[in-house]
């Protein structure tokens, strides 16, 4: 059991590793305080159109953020709507 505590650990080392990445602890200029709130607001928005259903499935792409599976709307130019939401 040791050892599948070890790899757990790791792995969850592992994955707030890239939450960090994601989401840094310590925003330090408005430049980097304006991409996460930029990531933010993707994932809202991202979120209410797939639970609405606004658009196929395929419309989305799944990532992992914390552990949660969020769905993110792709700029993929056979959904065209979707695509504008994106770039906005």
């Given at each position: 059991?040791?050892?599948?505590?070890?790899?757990?650990?790791i792995?969850?080392?592992?994955?707030?590793?890239?939450?960090?990445?994601?989401?840094?602890n310590?925003?330090?200029?408005?430049?980097?305080?304006?991409?996460?709130?930029?990531?933010?607001?993707?994932?809202?928005?991202?979120?209410i159109?797939?639970?609405?259903?606004?658009f196929?499935?395929?419309?989305?792409?799944?990532?992992?953020?914390?552990?949660?599976?969020?769905?993110?709307?792709?700029?993929?130019?056979?959904?065209?709507?979707?695509?504008?939401?994106v770039?906005?």
């Open positions: 059991t040791r050892n599948r505590l070890s790899s757990q650990a792995t969850a080392h592992s994955a707030r590793s890239i939450v960090t990445q994601m989401f840094p310590e925003v330090s200029t408005e430049q980097e305080s304006m991409v996460v709130v930029k990531k933010l607001l993707a994932i809202a928005v991202s979120s159109t797939y639970l609405r259903g606004l196929p499935e395929k419309a989305y792409g799944s990532k992992d953020v914390e552990g949660q599976k969020v769905m993110i709307l792709r700029e993929d130019h056979k959904f065209p709507a979707a695509c504008q939401i770039k906005w």
